[in-house]
């Protein structure tokens, strides 16, 4: 953990923060403050990897603020931030459209083929959420490619459907088209965070 002059701020210390810095390419946040025996105002700095490293049975540094340091370690103003890609969002619209499909299909398929579609169709956008807020790029992508697989399940199961006369050739070319998206922007999203991950 750094030690570092930073400016007074008005009212007090407290308001730096939070704020992030970057130094020769390094992020760096402030998570304390403090004012030294020369009356020098000074601040703990701790990069992304120094604050994934704290946090579990070693507590919280001292001097650090414990309030700045959660809100960093775990953000949750991003938490929300996988709804803002395009993957997730045409993602869900696959799920409506299979809900919707499969509400038309055989009694007998209740517990089969449309409870396997639904499951499928349900699994692609929450692998992207859930990959997102695990906050680590490796973890992302993996759960990118298991909604791929997915993906590819509910392109299989409504084939099956279609050549089993559950939705007709016109629902069908309507779900194949959102799939079609949905695929392209799920493979894209994957082979940037793979990109990103490569050592």
């Not at 923060?17 to 402030?30: F, Q």
């Not at 650090?64 to 969002?89: E, G, N, V």
């Not at 680590?136 to 509910?154: D, Q």
């Not at 016109?170 to 799920?186: F, I």
Request: with cysteine; aromatic share 8%; proline share 3%.
């Amino acid at each position: 953990m750094e030690r570092a002059r930073v400016p007074r701020t008005v009212g007090g210390g407290s308001s730096v923060l939070g704020t992030g810095y970057s130094v020769l390419g390094t992020r760096y946040w402030v998570l304390g403050t403090g004012t030294g025996g020369g009356k020098r105002d000074f601040a703990f700095l701790m990069t992304v990897q120094e604050l994934r490293c704290f946090g579990g049975e070693g507590g919280i540094p001292q001097g650090i603020c414990a309030a700045a340091f959660m809100h960093l370690r775990w953000p949750m103003s991003t938490s929300k931030a996988y709804r803002d890609l395009d993957a997730w969002q045409v993602s869900m619209t696959v799920v409506e459209k299979t809900y919707a499909a499969t509400r038309r299909f055989p009694s007998e398929e209740r517990f089969g083929l449309a409870a396997q579609l639904r499951r499928a169709s349900v699994s692609m956008p929450a692998n992207v959420a859930e990959g997102w807020s695990r906050r680590s790029v490796r973890v992302h992508a993996n759960h990118v490619s298991i909604a791929l697989g997915s993906h590819a399940e509910v392109e299989t199961c409504f084939e099956i459907a279609s050549r089993l006369g559950y939705v007709s050739e016109q629902e069908l070319n309507d779900v194949a088209a959102t799939l079609d998206r949905a695929g392209r922007l799920l493979t894209g999203l994957f082979r940037a965070l793979a990109s990103r991950s490569a050592p």
